[in-house]
């Protein structure tokens, strides 16, 4: 099974609304992503985990909340987003490597996120 | 400055043309390399990686890269390309000891009936 799974694939949501994305792998990796990407730009790395802990936050903004319940599952908890973050919202996992490298991410499909 | 370029934002090739998209990477030690595929909408697939061996690695699809660490490239090549390689493709690195995996921009592949 090399499949990341997120839900939902779709959303709509308000400025004053929370909602929650989910991503779940079954692949053992103990490395989780959450991309966020624009039409016609590359994936931007937002948050990394590495063993359930959180070894990167690319400077994102504090409505931007990621959490790693376990190994297997990742969300991102949205809160009084902006028209600005309407975007592509992808998971990925990876596990380690030999020698101190990353192997290869495996995508979600994405959730295509509107904020209305 | 620790970096991935693909030079080329766009190409255009013939169906059954011939294809290359460049890749150049700028990191101390020879990090670990991709190319990833994204057709409008959805997610990322991974084509081929490298990270030691046969310069020369095969991928899904009929791609095959190759690694020159003299020119620090990691070019992607398809023999005779089909309508449906039509898409967006990404070059991506994993350094040493580094939790990220960073892509270059892209390059838009445009077919030509």
């Known amino acids: 099974d090399t499949e990341v799974t997120q839900t939902p694939k779709h959303l709509v949501m308000g400025m004053t609304n929370k909602k929650s994305l989910k991503c779940e792998q079954h692949m053992g990796h103990r490395a989780m992503y959450w991309y966020k990407q624009k039409a016609k730009k590359p994936p931007e790395l937002m948050f990394v985990?590495?063993?359930?802990?959180?070894?990167i936050n690319e400077s994102v903004p504090s409505r931007f909340s990621p959490e790693c319940p376990n190994s297997s599952l990742l969300n991102l908890h949205l809160h009084a987003l902006q028209p600005e973050d309407s975007a592509l919202y992808l998971c990925a996992s990876s596990q380690d490597g030999q020698g101190g490298f990353r192997t290869e991410a495996f995508f979600g499909q994405g959730t295509r996120l509107t904020v209305v | 400055a620790q970096s991935v370029t693909q030079p080329d934002i766009h190409i255009t090739v013939s169906e059954g043309a011939s294809l290359e998209l460049r890749c150049n990477y700028s990191y101390g030690a020879t990090p670990y390399l991709f190319w990833y595929v994204q057709s409008p909408g959805q997610g990322l697939q991974l084509l081929l990686k490298y990270f030691s061996g046969d310069t020369l690695v095969q991928g899904i699809k009929g791609f095959e890269a190759e690694f020159k660490r003299s020119q620090s490239s990691f070019n992607l090549r398809k023999p005779s390309v089909h309508w449906s390689d039509a898409a967006e493709y990404f070059c991506a690195v994993a350094p040493y000891r580094d939790d990220k995996i960073i892509f270059g921009k892209g390059t838009r592949l445009h077919i030509l009936p």
């Open positions: 985990y590495s063993y359930e802990k959180l070894s």
